[in-house]
Nanobody
Framework: QVQLVESGGGLVQAGGSLRLSCVAS????????MGWYRQAAGKERELVAR???????NYADSVKGRFTISGDNAKNTVYLQMNSLKPEDTAVYYC?????????WGQGTQVTVSS
């Protein structure tokens, strides 16, 4: 089992920045990947960014150039630095981990961007 705890959400004005953190604990075996998804009200959950234990990354087109995902393998922590935030980035952000073909989810953290 893998447990994920997110933090760092909040309310920010458009153009501002936030950094989300996700700490993983439990049975984490390499190779693994961790990522951030988001779900806005009335919409489906979508992938925002992903990073592998080998530090490969990928991003949704909507956040490229604004968001940066990074990881600290020693701390089993993944970060999402979000800059130039837009109102359309408002959503609940979920951390996930994929380990040995199983997917685990955090509880989610609310990000609200005011215009």
């Amino acid at each position: 089992q893998v447990q994920l705890v997110e933090s760092g959400g909040g309310l920010v004005q458009a153009g501002g920045s936030l950094r989300l953190s996700c700490v993983a604990s439990g049975s984490i075996f390499r190779p693994y990947s961790m990522g951030w998804y988001r779900q806005a009200a009335g919409k489906e959950r979508e992938l925002v960014a992903r990073i592998t234990s080998g530090s490969s990354t990928n991003y949704a087109d909507s956040v490229k150039g604004r968001f940066t995902i990074s990881g600290d393998n020693a701390k089993n922590t993944v970060y999402l630095q979000m800059n130039s935030l837009k109102p359309e980035d408002t959503a609940v952000y979920y951390c996930d981990a994929q380990v040995r073909f199983r997917q685990y989810w955090g509880q989610g953290t609310q990000v609200t961007v005011s215009s």
